[in-house]
Structure formats: C-alpha cells, structure tokens
C-alpha cells in the first residue's frame, strides 16, 4: 500500500508509491520509449483495458465501458494513491506517516487518439471541465480528503507517458505544502488589506494591460508578474470565487473558450510546447476553516521550456529568460 511519509525539518509531505516500483532499468527511458505508437488504452475499442469508467459523457445511451462516448473518467491502473482503506497515521521515532489513501483518475479528453486540449472544439473542451466538475463534486463527499488536485502533462517533457489526449486528478488526505504556502500568502493579505489578492491582481492587470493575453466578460489570461517559467500563464475569473465546483453553466462556457484560445496562441507561438496545467482551487472544507473570502481560484499553464537545475533546486529561485510584458505581447499578437 502506499504511504505518506513527512520531511521532519519543513514539514513537507511525500507520496512513496510502492504500487509503481521503479528498479534502476525502468528509470531509463527515452521518449520514443514512451510516446511511440501502437496500442493505445485510451482508444474507442479498448475500454476493456482501461479500469470500469466512473464517468463518461455518452450521446447515444450506450452503456458504460463501450465505445461512443466523448469524455471518459477510469481509475489510473497504476495510481498513486490508493482509495481503499482507512486513513491511519503514525509516527515512527521522529518521523510522521500515514497510509497512502486517496483517489488517481485518468479524464479522457477525446475519443480521437491525435487531438489535444489546444485543437479541441470548444465544446468539446468544455465537456472536459464539466467533467472535472464532476468527479469533483463526487469526491468532496468522502470525508477522508482534503485536496482535490486536476492537472494535465502535455508530452514527454512535461511528464506524460501516453500521447492519446488526457487529464489527470488525485484527491489527497492532506493540503499540498505548496497550496498552503499559497493560502498562507493569500489570508496574509486579505487580513491586512480586506481585499482578495487574486482580485487586486484582476483589476490592475485589465487596467494596465501589458501582461493581459486574451479575456472575455467574465475570464483574463495573463502574464504573471513574476512568472517562473518562460510564458508561463494564468486564467483567473473576474468574479470572486474560492472553488472552481461552484462554476455555473454560462460560466463553463466562456472558460471553455478563454482556455481554447490560450492554448491555440501558445502552440502557435511556441511550436506546439509540453506544458503542464493545474487548476489551483481551494482547500475542501472541513467544518473549521472556511476560504472563500480570501482564496480565488485560477488554472496555471506552464510551457516546459526550460529545465530545472541545480541553483533552482538548490536555492528556490527561479530564473527566467523572459519578461512576461513580453511574452504576453508575443502570444497577444499570435494570429490564431
């Protein structure tokens, strides 16, 4: 089973997954490894070779775990975390642990194994936030979590193993270090200026535009002010919200297509790039603690464009060859 182990100097927590056991051989593949083609589980036709689906959108009334369906959600086959079980914690000397409990799912975007999120139709794309939505929704109500994190790797660089189109989720029994770092900072400031910090950013980038990519009525991309990566990007709402399962229909839509276009203008300027994607949400509620004055939720983008070396590793710091005010002016004027 796996386990939740914490660095006892920062506090910081580890997922060791002894479902995905790794001797050194398997540590050494290349991308044409991973990425080539040939037998696809994701593929129509191949539902048996995929765990039963715990969602799928399907217009034509087929049954689960057949084809024609245009969003499929199934297990991971080899998760992280593992959702059986009870939630146990121990120490062991001066170190802390618990058992690895949580949920891994797979969102399949598309039955078509050569699109991405980017080539999408739009309501295409938004079937694949309803169905985030959804397995959201579904996952709350299981007392033992308390974040619910959806990401995408996009290609080999960024982490993925299998080029069909897809997202992934992992409901975790604790609060990420990096996303309490982030409430931290965002209560910080609420407390002493009684305003959101997300909102504060909203309102001065569509003012002063020079890092704005793309918006519509009720959504901005931007350019982050201090951006780690290379044309890194943020989507934010410009209505004050803290969780992104709150999200009306009208909503979705215009997500669906400020989304759909921020990808197009990033693949147009960067060629296509691996990125990853992570919606950043808030915290699931406890009975104790509430967010939704002080968070607002956003998704991330994050073309994987330059790597990650020894004085990041080393230091925290991140070094970026480009100044948002300029990557936000390349991806503006990218004819899509």
């Known amino acids: 089973m796996p386990e939740l182990r914490k660095d006892p100097i920062i506090g910081r927590w580890v997922i060791i997954s002894t479902g995905r056991g790794k001797r050194p051989s398997n540590f050494t593949h290349k991308r044409e490894d991973i990425l080539k083609g040939g037998f696809c589980p994701f593929c129509p036709g191949n539902e048996d070779k995929t765990p039963p689906e715990v969602l799928s959108y399907r217009n034509d009334g087929s049954k689960p775990n057949t ?15 593992q959702i059986e079980g009870y939630l146990h914690r121990e120490g062991v000397g001066i170190f802390d642990k618990m058992s690895g409990i949580g949920a891994h799912e797979v969102i399949i975007e598309s039955p078509e194994h050569t699109e991405s999120l980017a080539t999408l139709p739009i309501k295409q794309v938004e079937n694949v936030l309803w169905a985030f939505r959804d397995r959201m929704m579904d996952l709350k109500k299981d007392t033992r979590f308390r974040y619910i994190l959806i990401f995408k790797n996009q290609g080999f660089e960024a982490g993925a193993t299998l080029e069909h189109p897809h997202s992934q989720l992992i ?13 931290k900072g965002a209560k910080e400031y609420y407390e002493y200026k009684e305003r959101c910090i997300f909102c504060d950013i909203v309102r001065q980038e569509t003012t002063d535009r020079s890092r704005v990519v793309a918006e519509n009525n009720e959504f901005v991309t931007l350019s982050p002010y201090a951006p780690r990566f290379p044309f890194e990007t943020w989507i934010l709402p410009k209505i004050h919200d803290s969780s992104f399962e709150d999200i009306q229909k009208q909503n979705m839509e215009n997500l669906a297509r400020i989304l759909s276009e921020s990808l197009k203008r990033m693949s147009r300027v960067l060629n296509d790039p691996p990125y990853n994607f992570i919606i950043h949400n808030s915290p699931l509620k406890d009975g104790k603690t509430t967010y939704e004055d002080y968070y607002h939720w956003h998704i991330e983008i994050m073309p994987k464009l330059t790597h990650v070396a020894g004085f990041e590793a080393g230091s925290g710091f991140y070094i970026n060859p480009t100044p948002p005010e300029e990557a936000a002016r390349y991806l503006k004027e990218a004819e899509i």
């Open 67 to 81: 084809p024609n369906w245009s969003v499929r959600v199934v297990p991971n086959k080899f998760p992280a975390l």
């Open 171 to 183: 409901a975790l029994p604790i609060i990420p270090s990096l996303v309490a770092e982030e409430m």
